[in-house]
C-alpha cells in the first residue's frame, strides 16, 4: 500500500490545458487508490499550500483538488518542503505488519529549482519522487535527476491522458 503526496506545480504557467490535464490525472490516481492507501496534496506557486492531510478519504481528496486554481511564480523547493513536512508530521501507516510505501508525485512543467539538501531528506526518509513533466521540455534534466536520485521515475507528458498512460503504463 501507499501513502502518495501529490505535489502540483499551480504557477500562472500551468494555467489551461497544463494545470487542468495535472488535475484531471490526480483524480484518476485518487479513484484509483486501494483501502489502506492514504493521499495528500500540496499545490505551489511562488510558495505552497497544504491541500489535504494524508487521507484515505477519495471524496475529500477530489474536493480539494477543486479549490486550487493556477497563478503566480515557480517554487518546486516549496511544493517539495512541504510534502517532506506532511510526511514528517503524519504517523506511518502499518498494514499487517509492513508500511505503507511513501512517494511523492510531482507535476511540473518545468523551471525546476530544488536543494541537494531536500532531495538527501526524501531519500533519508525513504521517500521516491516520482516527476511528471507536463507540456514542455524546460527542467527536464533537473527532474530526471531528482527521479533518479531519490529511486523514483521521470515521466513526460502534454495530456491527462499521458500522464495516466505514463505512470500505469
Do not use: P
Not at 503526496?5 to 485518487?30: L, N, P, Q, T, W
Not at 530544488?114 to 521540455?137: D, H, P, Q, W
Not at 524546460?138 to 491522458?161: I, R, V
Request: negative net charge.
Amino acid at each position: 500500500y501507499f501513502d502518495i503526496c501529490y505535489v502540483i506545480d499551480r504557477s500562472g504557467s500551468m494555467s489551461g490545458s497544463r494545470f487542468s490535464s495535472a488535475r484531471e490525472a490526480i483524480i484518476k490516481f485518487i479513484e484509483a487508490m486501494y483501502t489502506h492507501d492514504r493521499g495528500a496534496i500540496v499545490g505551489f506557486a511562488s510558495s505552497a499550500s497544504v491541500y489535504s492531510q494524508f487521507t484515505g478519504d477519495k471524496l475529500s481528496l477530489k474536493n480539494s483538488l477543486s479549490t486550487m486554481n493556477a497563478s503566480g511564480g515557480t517554487s518546486v523547493e516549496a511544493g517539495l518542503v512541504s510534502a517532506l513536512d506532511l510526511f514528517d508530521s503524519t504517523e506511518t501507516k502499518h498494514v499487517k505488519g509492513i508500511s505503507n510505501t511513501k512517494m511523492i508525485l510531482l507535476l511540473c512543467d518545468g523551471d525546476v529549482y530544488y536543494s541537494n539538501s531536500t532531495l538527501e531528506r526524501a531519500k533519508e526518509n525513504g521517500i521516491k519522487i516520482f516527476t511528471v513533466l507536463i507540456g514542455s521540455t524546460s527542467g527536464n534534466t533537473k527532474l530526471q535527476h531528482m527521479a533518479d536520485y531519490t529511486g523514483g521515475t521521470f515521466y513526460y507528458a502534454a495530456t491527462a491522458e499521458e500522464i495516466r498512460e505514463a505512470i500505469w503504463g
